[in-house]
């Protein structure tokens, strides 16, 4: 199975996590400026955990994903690709 997956949360979010662990703005900033934007990496995605929500929730998402990819994994080796 061949798949990207993205842990993404939303911009405001994803600023006051990084503020709270102590980095600046402008580091959050430099970093930001090299990385692809989050809109384009989520579009490119095969899939998306949004971690925008709560842990129960994202655990959920990682969950269901991991079974998702159970049941490719299990389809190409039946079909021996």
């Given at each position: 199975?061949?798949?990207?997956?993205?842990?993404?949360?939303?911009?405001?979010?994803?600023?006051?996590?990084?503020?709270?662990?102590?980095?600046?703005?402008?580091?959050?900033?430099?970093?930001?400026?090299?990385?692809?934007?989050?809109?384009?990496?989520?579009?490119?995605?095969?899939?998306?955990?949004?971690?925008g929500t709560s842990l129960?929730?994202?655990?959920?998402?990682?969950?269901?994903?991991?079974?998702?990819?159970?049941?490719?994994?299990?389809?190409?080796?039946?079909?021996?690709?």
């Amino acid at each position: 199975v061949s798949a990207v997956v993205v842990v993404s949360a939303p911009a405001p979010l994803q600023r006051a996590r990084v503020l709270a662990r102590g980095w600046s703005e402008e580091k959050l900033q430099a970093i930001l400026a090299k990385q692809v934007p989050d809109e384009e990496k989520r579009r490119r995605a095969t899939y998306v955990i949004d971690t925008g929500t709560s842990l129960a929730d994202t655990e959920a998402q990682v969950e269901q994903l991991l079974a998702t990819l159970q049941v490719k994994v299990a389809e190409e080796q039946e079909r021996g690709t």
